[in-house]
């Protein structure tokens, strides 16, 4: 049976699902591809409504499953990617007999002690590569170097409590299907789109979802920081519809006619729509003047988070810019006027998806393709497993951060499918104000 991959990014506006092949080269081909919107079940990317969530997950299981003529999804890796998300500083370190060298062993002792480490109040759901020191001294790969103490400085990710009980009861106990894995969205994000270069040279990756906008920094190679921010281009949405119009309206005006900047000369037009049978006029000056206060405020923040942790001029690739929200009209030039620093779109990079080219650039699939490019253990079975209220055929496996990788099995894929389509569904917010609370409570 092929090596099949199995992942779902739950979005606050949209669940993507994708099963990908690992090929031998190490690369992923694409099987299928399926999304669906959230219905509300989702906000700030944490699970609000755990029964809700279970049924869509489902359904969006079946729908990948019946592309994948004859076999069966039975495991999932889910990223994790919502409000309270955040980077911590933690040391972990261990003296080494004299007169002995460091090894494979002592980088797997700390690695494991790391995964142990229980902060208060938070969960650990991930972790960055370690930055490893030898008496003092650093180094990325001190195996085979000779010294006394070695530490490892890991930046370890952590979030609420209840975000990992939610995912595995949406998973588990309803689906009847076994996690084998929790991820990180932004850091498998940033695998996926940054360069070594980029890394080195420094850059700030943001993701601008609907409910929650990520920020996660790079430096000398490493990741220097990653933060939250519980704002999204669903708040925008919602300030639209202060001019009387519904939220699908205020969609659908914001992603054809709005703009992150207000332009003067747009002043007299107006923006016909139907609403209930009958013709509304919308001036565009009052839509982009609602429109550009929340993304100025957005733009705000980001620049705020970055700027606690690193000097704009420090980073040398600039800013790359993902995620659905970010497809706002303007946004990346009202990005680059506030940070001073050149700006570009996140592409997956090409070598390590073949066949498919045009969903490697597209914002609503490129967070899913990234967790699947993390996967390591085969997700699929030729037996099929039913949820809890039915008989269960399968056994619930270990929880599981992090994963062994299993040795791919051999087989023949079906087709690659062709992207599935989806269906498109006052008061200005003072510039200058940025928020002052916690944003991560």
Partial sequence: MADYITAIDLGTSHLTGIVGEKNENGTFSIVACETAETDNCLQRGIIYNSDNTAKQVG??????????????????????????????????????????????????????????????????????????????????????????????????????????????????????????????????????????????????????????????????????????????????????????????????LKKEKGSAIYFKEDENKAIKIEIDNSDREVKLSDLNAIIEGRAREIVENVHARISDVIDFRQLGSGIIYAGRAAELSNLPELLKERCSVKVRPAVIHGELVQGADEMLGNQLYMMAISLMMKGTKPCVSEQKTIGNNENTLMETGQEASFVEEEKPKPGKPPKPPKPPKTNGSGFKTQIKKIFTTDLFD
């Fill in 59 to 252: 359904d969006l299981i079946r729908r990948l499953e019946s592309r994948l003529k004859g076999v069966y999804i039975d495991k999932l890796y889910v990223g994790v990617g919502g409000q309270s998300l955040r980077t911590i500083n933690h040391i972990e370190a261990m003296d080494i007999p004299e007169g002995t060298t460091v090894t494979e062993e002592d980088i797997d002792f700390l690695k494991e002690k790391c995964m142990k480490y229980k902060p208060d109040l938070t969960d650990v759901l991930g972790m960055a590569p370690a930055v490893f020191y030898h008496d003092d001294q650093k180094d990325s790969n001190p195996v085979g170097v000779l010294c006394k103490r070695l530490e490892a400085h890991y930046k370890v990710v952590v979030g609420r409590q209840s975000i990992r009980n939610s995912i595995k009861n949406s998973i588990e106990a309803i689906n009847g299907k076994e996690l084998v894995g929790i991820i990180v969205s932004p850091l498998a994000l940033a695998d996926a789109v940054l360069s070594p270069n980029d890394r080195e040279l420094g850059c700030a990756l943001v993701d601008f979802g609907a409910g929650v906008t990520s920020v996660s920094v790079f430096k000398d190679g490493d990741l220097q920081h990653l933060c939250v921010i519980p704002l999204g281009g669903k708040l925008i949405t919602r300030d639209i519809t202060t001019l009387q119009l519904p939220e699908t309206d205020a969609e659908r």
